[in-house]
């Protein structure tokens, strides 16, 4: 049962965390897809989430034929089921020619099978590649041996390139990729693509009613046409009223939106960073999750998260920066008690009092031990006569008594 509820738990993260992910990259539909293996896309006009998981979007009320979640595919072209007499030789593979599309972080299979000659010795087979994009990854693993073999093909990219390469540059594909075994001249040929765009990137609806007949639809979103601005492109940059400004303003002399937005009948909208993960937020945009103190140089040292310019610490953390953990365990001294009984923990760490030292306040280099804070005592009462061996022990414990 406990172990049933953390695996819950995990997945109950995982999921949180994806969302999280989604979400904070709904710029554009392309850079959603590219946030994630299971980000998805709403193309409606009317959508308030667009970037989120499938489950999400559907609760939000996104419809099936506004979602855009592209999956990997596999297409064998080529899978001739003897030897070709042109390149008849001791080895064949099945099929010769695939096509692949892939999702970034997702990973595809298939299978292949090499056959031999019955007179060719078997033994494993070692196999080449070329042309292999950057980013991309194909490994192999054996099925089942013996002749036929059957081998596992699977090929995975890790991630969309980034747009900041060169231009002309085939970012995105088809590229092709020979697999060779060694020794041998037959290969096969994968053409693989990578899914990196959305299909409704392309289709643009100019004049669009869903924009107030002031802008372009793309991918569900108003591209606007100057002076026009808005989330259905209907505010007139050229005649905005006065009055509108006022109610986007914290009080009678601060700047509309908090100099972080725009004022759209009344409301702000918030200004895009260029990092997705900061955001501003906010009746006045005057709130921010990356305006927080930071300690080793992590915001809210890691140990939190930010929000409207304060942390809030996770469990055992406090302090402005959660910079101080709450936990005890190293300041517990070998008597099991915090700091020995010396001294103070704080954020982890004992505070001792003075004259002890240490990490668990168990060390005192100028205290005086027993025998020696009783050994002044016993010659200051001491008769200086000599007495017999007997008489000098019996006499020192009555003034060790009385010390």
Not at 122 to 150: C, R, W, Y
Not at 231 to 255: F, H, T, V, W
Not at 275 to 292: A, I, M, V
């Amino acid at each position: 049962m406990v172990v049933k509820l953390l695996y819950l738990w995990l997945l109950f993260c995982l999921n949180w965390a994806q969302e999280q992910r989604c979400l904070q990259s709904a710029s554009s539909c392309d850079e959603c897809i590219q946030a994630g293996s299971g980000c998805a896309w709403c193309n409606s006009p009317q959508a308030h989430i667009r970037c989120a998981t499938t489950e999400k979007l559907r609760s939000t009320g996104c419809h099936g034929r506004h979602l855009y979640n592209p999956s990997g595919s596999i297409q064998v072209v080529k899978n001739y089921s003897g030897a070709d007499p042109a390149d008849d030789e001791a080895l064949n593979l099945h099929p010769q020619e695939v096509t692949l599309h892939l999702r970034p972080g997702v990973s595809e299979s298939f299978p292949l099978t090499i056959s031999k000659a019955t007179d060719h010795p078997t033994q494993e087979p070692i196999m080449d590649l070329s042309n292999v994009p950057a980013g991309v990854h194909v490994t192999f693993s054996s099925i089942t041996k013996g002749n036929p073999q059957l081998l596992q093909v699977s090929v995975e990219a890790a991630q969309c390139p980034s747009k900041s390469g060169i231009s002309n540059q085939n970012t995105t594909g088809p590229w092709s990729i020979r697999i060779t075994p060694r020794g041998f001249s037959v290969s096969l040929r994968l053409e693989i693509t990578l899914l990196c765009e959305c299909n409704c990137t392309g289709s643009h609806e100019e004049n669009s009613p869903d924009c107030s007949g002031h802008g372009t639809l793309v991918c569900g979103q108003c591209e606007c046409y100057v002076p026009y601005f808005g989330k259905q492109c209907q505010m007139n940059g050229d005649s905005i009223s006065p009055q509108y400004e006022d109610l986007c303003r914290r009080g009678p002399n601060a700047p509309v939106c908090s100099g972080r937005g725009t004022c759209v009948e009344g409301f702000c909208e918030c200004n895009r960073r260029a990092d997705p993960k900061e955001t501003y937020s906010g009746r006045y945009c005057e709130c921010s999750n990356f305006d927080c103190p930071r300690h080793n140089n992590r915001l809210c040292g890691g140990n939190g998260r930010c929000e409207c310019g304060r942390c809030l610490c996770d469990s055992e953390w406090i302090h402005s920066a959660c910079s101080c953990s709450m936990e005890t365990a190293s300041c517990l001294a070998k008597n099991q008690m915090l700091c020995n009984g010396r001294g103070v923990c704080e954020c982890g760490k004992c505070d001792c009092i003075p004259p002890y030292v240490g990490a668990t306040c168990e060390e005192c280099p100028d205290c005086v031990d027993d025998c020696q804070d009783h050994a002044a005592c016993v010659e200051r009462f001491e008769p200086e006569q000599k007495r017999t061996r007997e008489n000098r022990y019996l006499s020192r414990t009555s003034f060790l008594l009385r010390c």
